[in-house]
């Protein structure tokens, strides 16, 4: 299928973060285009602001931008005027929509949602958790963590439980192996939220070969068996059952996707805990 091209400018005074999500959620909308993508992080002063409107008189094409600095942002407007490159504030209608209700005007204060706060810390600290009990290790301190994920190799373990302590989610993930038990400090526990991750067989089974070729590996293993992937699956569904533990199939969901449904179960499964506690 032919594509059609444009260039995309998301100009920031932060870390474009913000720019870069909400741009690619609405280009997806879009089949058969795709932008070239000029991001200008951190741009807070009127020379960081010119290397992004001499690239824009260049290459014209949207501009999304998040600049708190009146002035910045009414220079940047000029430059899109004088290049025919539609502009949009991409904070603004939030801004003004918060004053309305609010009643009270807004402080320009460039990055301040990444400042060093509690929140930020507490990220920080769930990342840690998460990347020292990835695949099974430390299962002694299971008790400590927010959320347990347990599923057959290759069902997103390792990508959803770092999505998910970037949200300040205590992560750990333990792999479902045939002929090896789950681990016994999973019984009794009662602060973390343990889920169970599931994927079609087919689905499993063409990670995997794609993950041995990568790896340059045998192809003629049980790992790649599509009945013996089934038993893994079928058995890992009988343990979820077994033990009430809520479960998500992957197999159609995208890692963000996957993490949502996990936050929804996590915040019914503490208000739980706090009633029964």
Request: with cysteine; hydrophobic share 40%; net charge negative.
């Amino acid at each position: 299928m032919n594509r059609n091209y444009f260039h995309l400018h998301l100009v920031s005074d932060a870390t474009g973060e913000t720019l870069i999500a909400v741009s690619r959620a609405v280009t997806a909308q879009f089949q058969g285009v795709s932008a070239i993508e000029h991001v200008y992080p951190l741009i807070r002063n009127r020379t960081q602001l010119d290397r992004a409107m001499s690239e824009l008189s260049i290459s014209p094409g949207i501009v999304l931008y998040t600049l708190v600095d009146a002035e910045l942002s009414t220079e940047l407007e000029r430059v899109c005027a004088e290049t025919g490159s539609p502009a949009l504030n991409v904070l603004q209608p939030v801004l003004n929509l918060f004053q309305s209700y609010l009643g009270t005007a807004s402080t320009s204060r460039p990055g301040a949602q990444h400042m060093l706060n509690a929140e930020y810390f507490k990220r920080i600290d769930a990342l840690n958790f998460t990347m020292v009990h990835d695949d099974g290790q430390l299962p002694e301190n299971l008790e400590d963590a927010d959320v347990i994920l347990l599923g057959v190799s290759r069902t997103s373990k390792t990508p959803t439980s770092i999505y998910l302590a970037n949200r300040g989610i205590k992560t750990a993930n333990i792999p479902l192996v045939p002929g090896v038990p789950v681990p016994t400090a999973l019984e009794g526990l009662r602060h973390p939220l343990v889920v169970g991750l599931l994927a079609s067989p087919e689905r499993i089974v063409q990670i995997r070969q794609n993950r041995l070729l990568t790896l340059n590996a045998d192809q003629e293993t049980p790992y790649v068996d599509r009945m013996a992937v089934a038993e893994e699956i079928a058995h890992s569904k009988r343990l979820f059952q077994q033990r009430g533990w809520p479960v998500i199939d992957v197999t159609r969901r995208s890692i963000e996707e996957t993490a949502a449904a996990i936050i929804d179960f996590y915040r019914e499964h503490r208000l739980k805990f706090i009633a029964e506690s």
